[in-house]
């Protein structure tokens, strides 16, 4: 069986798509081949991961009227020619969302080959609703998505595929915290919040923990792991030393180290970051991005809100100043943080790679 997964433009897109051609080779001996933009960071992530990637140029429809807007259409007609004879040889195509999946579902549509749509946000993007009208099935990853489908179309929640190692953190928490206190510099001893930007990184999350340590100057319990994302290190990293330990790095290989030792994680709420951090059970306080498509983050937020298992923080209330608050009023209440973790377990898939790939399977 050969099967053809198209998507990228993030790591968040990137990840869940490898996690889930894992457990396509390992389930069913799949063979797996990716297409996705030429110039996104799955033509570097797919192939490091070793699987088969073919580039194509892709681009993201502008919304304004420019030359690069009037471009736009044929680059992309350029891109479904060059994805046929690609898709043509397998025996199913899915797309992962996102102006990256959009040239080969189009091919396959062309070429009369099955397509399952995995949606990973609580708002379905433009690519993927009408890459719907094609699909056999719609996998979503968050309930709040069903309703922006019509409803004669199948839809199955099965969540957003994570990697093995991310869920073996569960298991492996005490062994990887002590080798992330050992690898990261960090105490063992204190509270540890980890601050995640998402793979590109953000930088009012990154001021407002820059403005936060001097207000946390005499916590000597207390400890930040900040992942900034590229070239924002320097902004956490110049803090002046403090009793409160701070660690910043711009990218972390080996999160799952991150998420053994978190007791606490302030982030983004883009799709891999929740689905990462609640099958690790990490309670967390949500800082979605604002200018996200359709404000898909704020309904990732909201939907976990609900759940119990994370706290909104609005971008436009983001100071040092809540940030401080927020973050000292639920490390001091030990009972809303385990109830906030289970929670978080009980909300996870951790299965979702398997529901996919059987859905992908099935299909085929």
Known sequence: MRIA??????????????ALAERLVHDYGASLTFIGSSSGPESRLIPA???????????????????RALRAPF??????????????RCDVVVGMGGYASVPAVLAARWEKRPIVVHEQNAVAGLANRVASRWARVVALAFADAVAAFPRAKRTVITGNPVRERILDVPSRREEL????????????????????????????LDRAVAGAVSLMAGRGDL?????????????????????????????LDRIELAYAVADLAVARAG??????????????????????????????????????????????????????????????????????????????????????????????
């Open 5 to 18: 997964i198209a998507g990228g433009g993030t790591a968040g897109h990137v990840f869940p798509a490898v």
């Open 49 to 67: 991961a070793g699987f088969e990637f073919h580039g194509v140029g892709v681009v993201q429809m502008p919304r304004d009227v420019s030359v």
């Open 75 to 88: 680059t992309a007609l350029a891109a479904v020619r060059t994805c046929r004879p690609i898709v043509a």
């Open 177 to 204: 915290a002590k080798e992330a206190c050992e690898e990261l510099d960090l105490q063992p001893d204190c509270a540890t919040v980890v601050v995640l930007g998402g793979s590109q990184g953000a930088l009012a």
């Open 223 to 251: 400890q930040l792991l900040v992942l900034t994302g590229p070239g924002h290190r320097d902004v956490v990293a110049r803090v002046p030393a403090t009793a409160t330990r701070v660690r910043a790095f711009e990218f």
């Open 271 to 364: 799709a891999s970051n929740t689905a990462e951090l609640t099958v690790c059970g990490i309670p967390s306080m949500l800082v979605p991005y604002p200018h996200a498509a359709a404000n898909h983050q704020e309904a990732n937020a909201r939907e976990l809100e609900r759940a119990g298992c994370a706290e909104l923080l609005l971008n436009s209330e983001l100071t040092p100043e809540t940030f401080v608050d927020r973050v000292s009023a639920l490390l001091n209440d030990r009972d809303r943080l385990g109830r906030m973790r289970n929670a978080a377990l009980s909300w996870a898939r951790p299965d979702a790679a398997a529901r996919l790939a059987a859905l992908v399977v099935e299909a085929a």
